[in-house]
């Protein structure tokens, strides 16, 4: 089993932001550094290629994608860039996202747009929500003839809302747009079949729910678009494919990506699918404590379909209240939970991992929040 290194003296409730790597992984990266660094050379240049494509060969294996259109990437961020920068835009174009993506990619389309003289339109999509049809409902009135490209959130951040992204990818197909899949939060929370997903683009990282070192997440790129999309750093490789031009951007360390296969095999030792399951239930029953204590509505009925390994929860205080809220509970209640602002109201975003979380952490949230919010 997995070793975590987290401190004890916190209440650590907020994976979904950052994973935290198990030794195991910690020191199979630091032993794979000192080879390296005893002989740089052969690390970096000669046996790359081939360490490179047997770990994206487990990892595609895992994804359910084409090795040949999947590649390493340091973050989610930086593959999203990598598709909006390389896509064909033309002036005119539309492209849609909805109010729950998250800021940095709500950036990088802004940036482009603002390059190419395209337009960024977000679909609204309600929350509090009842049912997934709600969220197809939203993107499909937002299309026009315009929509050159749906950027979706397979699960979203500021809502831990899970997206019914296959019913998005089959509307985007009947219209003729392309699809790009932001699932930073899907490997490990969810069992993801690209290749039944069929999105033009996909992004998710492994250094989240799978817990491989900081720095290894994973791009996919369809078939058609293999030719199109370039990485941010254009190196070497420029135009000799997606592994040549993705598998070297310049000197870097790429022992987070070569640690992806040990990831992965620790994550099914773990259970796999059944360790996935007890990190919902956790914030199944987490959310339920919380929101009874304070008094409040929870956002959407208890649908597994709706959500997984997070939560949201509203919280009954103005919005102006985040930064102190956010401070009491690190630095005097020593929880790390985040607290985010998010369309005019204040809430609490819990993540379970069944590795390290408990109940009654949960309990003990709900206890410092109604102290903070309700007794005062």
Not at 70 to 94: K, L, M, R, Y
Not at 304 to 311: I, N, T
């Amino acid at each position: 089993m997995a070793t975590y290194l987290l401190d004890p003296d916190v209440c650590f409730l907020n994976h979904g932001s950052f994973g935290a790597t198990p030794k195991e992984l910690i020191d199979a990266q630091h032993a794979m550094r000192i080879q390296m660094e005893r002989e740089p050379v052969d690390f970096l240049a000669r046996e790359i290629e081939s360490r490179w494509q047997d770990s994206i060969a487990e990892v595609a294996r895992f994804l359910k994608s084409d090795p040949e259109g999947t590649v390493f990437v340091h973050n989610a961020t930086s593959g999203v860039n990598a598709v909006i920068d390389s896509f064909p835009w033309q002036p005119g174009d539309e492209i849609l996202t909805t109010n729950h993506r998250y800021d940095a990619v709500r950036n990088t389309l802004d940036h482009m747009a603002q390059k190419v003289g395209a337009t960024v339109v977000e679909a609204v999509v309600p929350f509090p929500i009842e049912t997934p049809e709600q969220i197809v409902d939203a993107i499909a009135k937002a299309i026009t003839p315009q929509t050159r490209m749906l950027v979706i959130d397979q699960i979203t951040s500021p809502t831990a809302l899970h997206f019914p992204v296959h019913d998005i990818v089959r509307l985007a197909k009947k219209h003729g747009i392309a699809t790009l899949i932001d699932g930073a939060h899907a490997p490990g929370q969810l069992d993801v079949d690209v290749t039944k997903l069929d999105p033009d683009f996909w992004v998710g990282n492994l250094h989240k729910w799978l817990c491989a070192p900081k720095g290894c997440a994973v791009l996919y790129v369809a078939k058609p678009w293999r030719k199109t999309i370039h990485p941010g750093t254009i190196s070497h490789g420029y135009k000799k494919g997606l592994h040549a031009e993705f598998g070297w951007i310049g000197t870097a360390d790429p022992t987070a990506w070569f640690c992806a296969p040990l990831a992965i095999e620790l994550h099914q030792a773990q259970g796999g699918a059944a360790f996935r399951a007890a990190h919902h239930e956790l914030v199944r029953e987490g959310r339920s404590v919380i929101a009874n204590a304070l008094g409040v509505e929870l956002p959407h009925p208890d649908r597994p379909d709706l959500y997984g390994s997070m939560a949201t929860i509203p919280l009954p205080c103005p919005i102006e209240k985040g930064p102190e809220l956010f401070d009491q509970l690190r630095h005097e209640d020593q929880i790390e939970v985040p607290i985010i602002p998010w369309q005019n109201r204040l809430w609490v975003r819990i993540s379970g991992f069944a590795a390290t979380n408990r109940p009654e952490q949960y309990q003990y949230l709900a206890d410092c929040l109604a102290k903070r919010l309700i007794r005062g």
